[in-house]
């Protein structure tokens, strides 16, 4: 008890605890740093490379000229395609997680199967996809089987944000609703998916920026090396952008000439996910201003 | 109308709801029903068979035994069980190079002839050869097949997919290689995890986290195949020139890539573990004349412990399960690591470079459909026991 009213060990621990602050604090700034060092450099090498030939021309000379365009938007078809899939689902799943389940074993069970999906790596994904969609049912290398298996690995995000935003709704709306003579299925519809709406589409948003840079669910289900044409249909293989930049990085011949190449493909991924969290972080702040001001 | 909407809607909520119940089931049920046909596979690969000489009483060789005699590593029958002679290979090759064309006949007619009176000649000969030109013949001892044992999959340090006569799939080196790798980049995440994401949770002034807590997620969303490029591109030279390595692909590299990939999975989960820790206990600690560092390292990170170490086990799963970032900067070299500066190969990395090359249906293709299992159950662990974890919390308050 008289180390309290000891001056040294006062000072001692003072000195200790501003040593260890200004530590973490430099590890925290040394982060930060190392994500502008990543951005920096993919930004600075790669928007030299970047122009509206490279941007709008197929690949040309064995990757080694011309540009990126089927990759872009075969990742577009790709993203919308797990979208379509992803967001319908997710969404009802979601709502019923949070308005329909009962509670207690159940839902817990559901959610930690969610949870569980959540954490599987996106190689299992292109396992899974390789043997259900490509061979069981018959899809072939595709857009469709692509989608899906990206559709599955967004799946839990949207779950997950669905579920959330409708729970964070307060009961009295739900029950203003009901009273009014309303049922369930009505209260949902035209009451609580509005008020969640913004919430589900930065989920889907944050979803679809994670979509866009898998790599591995895409090489056995869809991604092709390289094609002239852009895809017809969605049975048809397609580029995208990830696999490019694993393709165009690793193998080939050329490396000399096809480092430009890999650095803005680097720099056109890289500002799509910004763009996605950007846009999801826009919508999010709205709406809590919203919120607040209610 | 209204009603029957409702009880519709009711019916296709509860249905959805098990989807992803359903989408787990149904990975388990593929990745499963491939994996396990490797196991139903014969060492030998489909539609050979090894041929004897009547002498030989060898009657059951392992694959790596059999790689060992076809590299002539091994070189006297003595090592595997049988009598003391010298080991002579024989190919289907070789029956090209010792008889003219008609004497094999144009369709290969009597090529079974002409292997029968090979391997007849030489008591020490192993001969490769497809199974439909020696079958059934009793003059040869053909040495029985049997199926690929699960103890040579799972304990086998040998990784050969690709090695005939018998490919080799012992899966230990791909096992150590991403526990290695993994091991080191929570080495390195988690100092720093824990120091960002207490200067986050308690020492930073709001707006500095404000301004932290984005980047953080920023990082966490770049995609693999980026931060991959960029190890390729910066980290592994950089390796190179500071240790003097002859290839700058290296186990290390492929740490530092993932413990920057787990840091902002272990950053956010245990900075909202600490954030949850009660203002009472803070101020209690504080009124009693500790300093901050002290309330942090006494109260805080004790109470939250449990949280934090849920981001570090899932920071665990997710280096485990990277795929493309490793694949593109550590080598691939299917050997048990030594040292962290050896170049190594990681169990995604296996699949997702060999799957492209592995035969529909095949033993590789199975054996890889295997390591996705493996995978599979280590990341559903993993998941399970934080799981379990932040469920006991919840009720504990």
Redesign the interface.
């Known amino acids: 008890m008289a180390l309290q009213f000891d001056p040294a060990y006062n000072r001692r621990k003072r000195r200790l605890q501003t040593a260890v602050f200004g530590l973490f604090r430099l590890l925290s700034y040394a982060i930060a740093l190392v994500l502008f060092v990543i951005l920096g450099f993919i930004i600075v090498k790669g928007i030299s490379v970047v122009n509206w030939t490279f941007l709008t021309q197929a690949p040309t000379d064995g990757m080694t000229g011309g540009g990126i365009w089927p990759a872009i938007v075969g990742t577009f078809y790709l993203m919308l395609g797990s979208a379509l899939f992803a967001f319908p689902v997710g969404v009802v799943s979601g709502i019923y997680m949070s308005e329909y389940a009962p509670g207690g074993k159940l839902v817990a069970f559901i959610r930690m199967m969610t949870n569980n999906l959540a954490g599987i790596p996106s190689i299992v994904f292109g396992l899974f996809g390789m043997a259900f969609f490509v061979t069981y049912l018959d899809f072939g290398d595709s857009i469709l089987a692509g989608s899906l298996t990206l559709g599955l690995l967004a799946l839990p995000i949207v779950i997950r944000t669905t579920e959330e935003a409708f729970r964070d709704i307060a009961p009295s709306y739900r029950e203003g609703s009901l009273a009014l003579g309303a049922t369930k299925a009505q209260t949902i519809w035209h009451v609580l998916l509005p008020m969640a709406m913004p919430r589900v589409i930065t989920g889907l948003i944050l979803s679809l920026g994670r979509v866009s840079g898998e790599t591995a669910p895409i090489l056995f289900t869809c991604a092709a090396y390289f094609l002239p044409k852009l895809p017809a249909s969605i049975f048809d293989q397609c580029m995208a952008l990830p696999y490019h930049l694993y393709v165009v990085a690793t193998s080939g011949t050329d490396i000399e000439a096809q480092m430009p190449i890999a650095y803005g493909t680097a720099f056109v991924l890289i500002v799509i996910v910004l763009v996605m969290n950007l846009v999801a972080g826009l919508i999010r702040r709205h709406f809590e201003k919203k919120l607040n001001t209610k | 109308m209204?009603?029957w909407?409702?009880r519709?809607?009711?019916r296709?909520?509860?249905v959805?709801?098990?989807?992803?119940?359903a989408?787990?089931l149904?990975?388990i049920g593929?990745?499963f029903?491939?994996a396990a046909g490797l196991f139903r596979q014969p060492i030998v690969e489909e539609g050979y068979v090894l041929a004897l000489n009547k002498s030989n009483t060898v009657d059951r060789l392992s694959a790596e035994e059999i790689k060992l005699l076809f590299d002539e590593d091994i070189t006297n029958w003595r090592d595997v069980g049988g009598a003391d002679m010298p080991v002579r290979v024989f190919r289907l090759e070789d029956l090209d190079r010792l008889y003219t064309e008609e004497e094999l006949g144009a369709e290969y007619e009597h090529a079974g002839d002409k292997i029968a009176e090979q391997v007849r000649a030489d008591r020490g000969i192993i001969a490769f050869v497809p199974t439909v030109l020696v079958e059934g013949r009793t003059d040869i001892h053909l040495v029985p097949d049997h199926t690929i044992p699960v103890k040579d999959v799972l304990l086998g340090t040998e990784w050969y997919p690709t090695a005939t006569p018998s490919p080799i799939f012992g899966m230990v080196p791909l096992l150590a290689g991403t526990l290695w790798v993994s091991f080191f980049a929570i080495l390195i995440a988690l100092?720093?995890g824990l120091?960002?994401s207490?200067?986050?949770a308690e020492?930073?002034p709001p707006g500095v986290s404000r301004?932290?807590k984005?980047?953080?997620?920023?990082?966490g969303?770049?995609?693999?195949?980026?931060?991959?490029?960029?190890g390729?591109?910066?980290i592994v030279p950089l390796l190179q020139q500071t240790f003097r390595l002859p290839v700058g692909e290296s186990g290390l590299a492929g740490s530092i890539v993932l413990a920057?990939m787990a840091?902002p999975t272990i950053i956010t989960v245990s900075e909202d573990a600490m954030r949850n820790c009660p203002r009472t206990m803070r101020e209690a600690s504080l009124a009693l004349?500790a300093?901050?560092?002290?309330t942090i390292y006494k109260v805080v990170v004790p109470y939250s412990i449990s949280g934090i170490t849920s981001g570090v086990v899932?920071g665990i799963?997710r280096a485990?399960?990277?795929?493309?970032a490793v694949l593109?900067v550590t080598g691939n070299a299917a050997v048990i690591p030594t040292s962290i500066l050896d170049p190594l190969r990681t169990i995604?990395a296996t699949?997702?470079a060999e799957?492209?090359e592995a035969p529909?249906g095949g033993a590789h293709y199975q054996a890889?459909?295997l390591l996705?299992v493996i995978?599979?159950f280590i990341?559903?662990i993993?998941?399970?026991c934080?799981?379990l974890v932040s469920?006991r919390n919840k009720t504990k308050r």
């Open positions: 209204k009603k909407i409702d519709l809607a009711r296709v909520f509860t959805s709801g098990f989807v992803t119940s989408v787990i149904l990975i593929f990745l029903s491939e100092p720093f120091a960002v207490i200067y986050m020492v930073a301004v932290l984005p980047v953080i997620e920023l990082l969303g770049i995609p693999s195949v980026v931060y991959g490029f960029f390729l591109a910066v920057l840091l004349g300093t901050r560092w002290q899932l799963g485990i399960g990277e795929t493309m593109m995604p699949i997702a799957l492209g529909a890889l459909f996705g995978l599979f990341t559903l993993i998941n399970s934080v799981e469920a």
